[in-house]
């Protein structure tokens, strides 16, 4: 069943940040702030730009996805098991409920996390509460709480809680840390002992790529140069992975950078990820975004006070738009007619 409630929103500059109860713990920083660590990212990125914060009020915002022909951003806020929609135009609502959870009322769990578009414009899901990657059955202009599911199992095993996912060559690639599962590692309910990054391929066969990532979250691709990107969300082990794919496997992989020394220091892990079109790979992690060039080279930070989840891009490359704990966040990017 769709739910549409609108919400009143205000826009606002946040610069400097007003601490909520939740951000006040942060370790270091209270502003927006953007370093340049490497010049040639300034191509597309200013450290001059205002960034604007554009909701809040969230439980945890996750899993943001720009909507081209509604001109509009969905994202999850993932404990509340709602997907949001913001336009500049309509301003907020609450557009599905429930969006990844759909058993008995009676029992809490978590709603949906990662979203993204199939060829035909099909809302696809990672459904934490419902363990699988799922699509939404009706249009995306009349979102309802309706299902097929996509993949919910590996060689007959209940997967964790699916988190992230991207497209690569007709496959969608995803991640299944136990971040949806109460209790995580201890739920007598899992199944696979392992957090994996699985690919679906068009005939529904789910493939496991990777198992060696203690906690695999955020994932993308670049097509031009058959890399797949894979973050790792472990207090222990806070790292972004870079792999070369062959026939859609792993052929050989590498630490992109190590973050652990930073989680001390930040809010945040390793966690969901983008790849622009210039390459620049533009990933949450401690204290807010980091953006690596396509040589690896860590370019620049955005510093956020709220520990970051995800970010997608407009349809323009003009904006990217930053789910940040309670908030979500809109970043002025520099495009090539500029």
Known sequence: MQTLQTITLSLFIVVPWACSEKTATSKVGTDFRIEILDKGVESILSKNVEITTIARGFNWSEGPLW??????LLFSDVPENKIFRWSEKDGLTVWLEPS???????????????????????????????RRISKMESPIGQPSSSFAVIADKWRGRKLNSPNDAA??????????????????????????????????TPKGLVILVEDKLTRPNGIGFN??????????????????????????????GKVLYDATD?????????????????????????????????????????YIPQATSNCAFDDTFSHLYVTADSTVISIPLITPSE
């Open 100 to 130: 990844g959870y759909t058993g008995a009322d009676s029992i809490d769990r978590d709603g949906s996390n990662g979203l993204l578009l199939d060829k035909t414009g099909s809302l696809i899901l990672c459904q934490h509460g419902d």
């Open 223 to 252: 097509a031009a140069t058959n890399s797949m990107y894979v973050a790792n969300s472990d207090p222990k082990d806070a790292r972004w992975m870079k792999y070369q794919l062959s026939s859609g496997n792993i052929e050989e």
């Open 167 to 200: 497209w690569y060559n007709d496959n969608i690639y995803f991640t299944d840390p136990p971040y949806g599962l109460p209790g995580e590692d201890e739920n007598t309910e899992k199944e696979i002992g392992f957090s994996g990054v699985y690919r679906i």
């Open 67 to 72: 909507l081209k022909d509604q001109q509009a």
């Open 262 to 302: 930073q989680v001390s220091l930040y809010s945040g892990l390793p966690d969901g990820l983008k790849i622009h079109p210039s390459g620049y790979v533009f990933a949450t992690g401690p204290g807010g975004i980091w953006v690596f060039s396509p040589a690896d080279v860590l370019s620049a930070r955005i």
